[in-house]
């Protein structure tokens, strides 16, 4: 067990030196992506709401982060109060490599935070940006007072961030409804304790896992030795140690690597190692908050077990698994 664990840290170290040495004019294109009629299309388009986004007027954190947003233009349209979205970065990213997936869900809607802090495993400054958005909900001189749905709070991150928004679920005391964990890294690779995710202590809330099919190192679809012995090693394990009362679904998205989530849309501007760009992470993750935090019947029928169309079979998606009925 100790010898497949040190294999794993070799692997991702890797990868890391593969990074550092690919280039930007070395990434590929994305070829395109079809996405499955009916839900997962409607929500990989934009939405209709124009955007705007905020950049280093909002400050600070506990460790003096300071925050990004984007949200729509045209605020409490027609009485509309916002869900909001918290977002969680890889390690050593920041809320601009994301750009272009943060306001796509602005786009639906959202009012999306993201802090600056580049290291979010434990889920601290993923809470102090909501904390940060209550405060400005509650003030009559912000954009966003009265405008928020402070009820409805989701967290989606990536890498690290997927595990700080694990943590920030499990922490919120149900100020955060849902999580989205994009490419969750295996416990072995995590820095310490706190920066890590068991599953296993989620009492609350929901939970939707997505990995990519390439990114076999960091976030494997599934292990070689149970993690009842192991430890929680890939997402197969994630979506099983969390408990049967935490609403769960887990798919893989077939080709992406460990930061395809950066793309903008393709590769190009995003670091390595990326395969073919962020259009697969759109919308199914996009109509997840839909259902979970705006209670959207149609978006939640997707991700029925067997039924769902979610389930169809497709050449973009594999390892679908969900406990909704």
């Known amino acids: 067990m100790k010898g497949w664990v040190s294999a794993l840290r070799a692997a991702a170290v890797a990868v890391a030196v593969l990074a550092a040495n ?34 280093g007027a909002d400050c600070c954190d506990g460790a003096g982060s300071g925050y ?24 050593n990213a920041v809320p601009d490599q994301y750009a272009y997936l943060l306001r796509h869900l602005a786009s639906w809607g959202f009012v999306v935070i993201a802090t600056e802090n580049s290291f979010t495993g434990s889920g601290v400054a993923i809470r102090e940006s909501l904390n940060y958005l209550l405060d400005r ?43 989205v964990p994009l490419e969750i890294p295996a416990q072995a690779l995590c820095s310490n304790k706190p ?3 068991d599953t296993g202590t989620v009492g609350a ?32 394990a994630y979506y099983e ?23 903008q849309p393709d590769c190009a501007a995003a670091s390595a190692p990326c395969s073919v760009g962020v259009a697969g992470y759109l919308g199914y993750p996009t109509a997840w908050l839909v259902a979970q935090l705006r209670g959207d019947a149609a978006a939640r029928r997707a991700f029925v077990a067997g039924t769902g169309e979610l389930f169809r079979p497709s050449p973009h998606w594999s390892n679908q698994t969900s406990s909704l009925w």
């Open 195 to 197: 920066t890590c995710a």
């Open 68 to 91: 990004a947003l984007w949200y729509p233009s045209a605020l409490g349209a027609g009485g509309t109060r916002h869900p909001v979205v918290l977002w969680g970065n890889g390690t």
């Open 137 to 179: 909900a509650a003030d009559p001189g912000s954009v966003f007072f009265g405008r928020l749905d402070t009820a409805a709070v989701g967290a989606i991150g990536h890498s690290q961030g997927a595990t700080g928004v694990v943590n920030a679920l499990r922490d919120a005391h149900g100020a955060i409804r849902t999580a």
């Open 205 to 236: 809330g929901s939970l939707f896992f997505v990995n990519g099919s390439a990114d076999a190192f960091i976030s494997p679809s599934r292990q070689p030795i149970p993690w009842q012995a192991v430890g929680l090693q890939s997402n197969l």
């Open 22 to 55: 690919m280039t930007a004019a070395g990434a590929q294109a994305d070829p395109g992506y079809a996405p499955n009629a009916g839900i997962e299309s409607t929500y990989s388009a934009p939405g209709p709401w124009q955007v705007s986004e905020r950049h």
């Open 241 to 263: 140690a969390t408990p049967p009362q935490v609403p769960k679904v887990w798919a893989t998205l077939n080709g992406p690597d460990h930061n395809d989530v950066q793309g």
